[in-house]
């Protein structure tokens, strides 16, 4: 399994990025995408997944209503819409995969594949 995320730059606050993840796996539909963050001095947390099946959502608190993850089945990608940028999201960003669904998603423990990396940065 290989995963290949792009998209990352530097904007200015209040401006919005698209990160992409090309996944190379056996069956697209049946891996959870997810896309964790890791900012310099921090531990890497959760951002948002999306399970395979139903493309069912997940999201972490400090991104919900500005944030959304989605999937191109046809295209094996994931991608992360990135809206009302903040300097707090300044991070390397890591998508992950795993085959499945993990209750646990917010773990980053619970993800079997990482792409990596893209750095994000948000600043005047």
């Known amino acids: 399994v290989q995963l290949q995320a792009s998209g990352g730059g530097q904007v200015q606050p209040g401006g919005s990025l698209r990160l992409s993840c090309a996944a190379s796996v056996g069956t697209f539909r049946q891996y959870g995408m997810g896309w964790f963050r890791q900012a310099p001095g921090k531990e890497r947390e959760f951002v948002a997944a999306i399970r395979g099946g139903d493309s069912n959502t997940r999201y972490a608190d400090a991104v919900k209503g500005r944030f959304t993850i989605s999937r191109d089945n046809a295209k094996n990608t994931a991608y992360l819409q990135m809206n009302n940028l903040k300097p707090e999201d300044t991070a390397v960003y890591y998508c992950?995969?795993?085959?499945?669904?993990?209750?646990?998603?917010?773990?980053?423990?619970?993800?079997?594949?990482w792409g990596q990396g893209t750095q994000v940065t948000v600043s005047s």
């Open positions: 992950t995969t795993r085959g499945g669904w993990s209750v646990q998603y917010y773990r980053h423990s619970e993800w079997h594949y």
